[in-house]
């Protein structure tokens, strides 16, 4: 089983600073099946990476993903009110999904 | 609109069993493999099986307990959930996979409770 470590467990920041989150694999992801999503209090996930860097449908070009083999990460440029969520990174390359254990990112 | 809306969910014996319902509308069901992911409460996300065309996967902690299926006449895909411990309570999302995509449209998600 690959496992997702993801750093930092929470952050506290600012509406319009920039974030980077990171996502460690326990081995390399074939053809970068890494994906992140976000998610609110009380809400489903919303997917907003995958392939590592794609946006999916409908997400600001605030959110970017960059990464390969081991290590990846989500970079939230200018946060916006809205943004304050949990984060997890998923890998799905094989037929054993993992998640990652989050990462909070709360109003300073 | 991509739908996706669980169903069956509620509170269950230790050693029970449940069955959870996935309606899908809004997009062409059967070209889509579709899973189930879970969320104890206040933790984290947790995979727990997908299907795909012929064949199905299960997360180690849930093999041999849960069975996956679908019925792509009517639009519905199920987690029959058996043997159930209280470390399965948990709310119960379902997902559609795009190829290479990840799970691009999830339900609200069903709460399972399992507790004597």
């Known amino acids: 089983e690959i496992v997702l470590t993801q750093s930092p467990g929470t952050l506290s920041l600012s509406p319009g600073e920039t974030v980077t989150l990171s996502c460690r694999a326990s081995?390399?992801?074939?053809?970068?099946?890494l994906a992140w999503y976000q998610q609110k209090p009380g809400q489903a996930p919303r997917l907003l990476i995958y392939?590592?860097?794609s946006r999916a449908t409908g997400i600001p070009d605030r959110f970017s993903g960059s990464g390969s083999g081991t290590d990846f990460t989500l970079t939230i440029s200018r946060l916006e009110p809205e943004d304050f969520a949990v984060y997890y990174c998923q890998q799905y390359g094989g037929s054993l999904w993992t998640f990652g254990q989050g990462t909070k990112v709360e109003i300073k | 609109e991509v739908q996706l809306l669980e169903s069956g969910g509620g509170l269950a014996q230790p050693g029970g069993s449940l069955r959870l319902s996935c309606a899908a509308s809004g997009f062409t069901f059967s070209g889509f493999a579709m899973s189930w992911v879970r969320q104890a409460p206040g933790k984290g996300l947790e995979w727990v099986s997908f299907?795909?065309?012929?064949?199905?996967y299960y997360a180690d902690s849930v093999k041999g307990r849960f069975t996956i299926s679908r019925d792509n006449s009517k639009n519905t895909l199920s987690l029959q959930m058996n043997s159930l411990r209280a470390e399965d309570t948990a709310v119960y999302y379902c997902?559609?996979?795009?190829?290479?995509?990840?799970?691009?449209?999830w339900g609200q998600g069903t709460l399972v409770t399992v507790s004597s």
């Open positions: 299907i795909g065309p012929g064949a199905a």
């Open positions: 392939g590592a860097s």
């Open positions: 997902a559609r996979r795009v190829p290479a995509a990840a799970l691009d449209y």
């Open positions: 081995q390399g992801l074939s053809s970068s099946y």
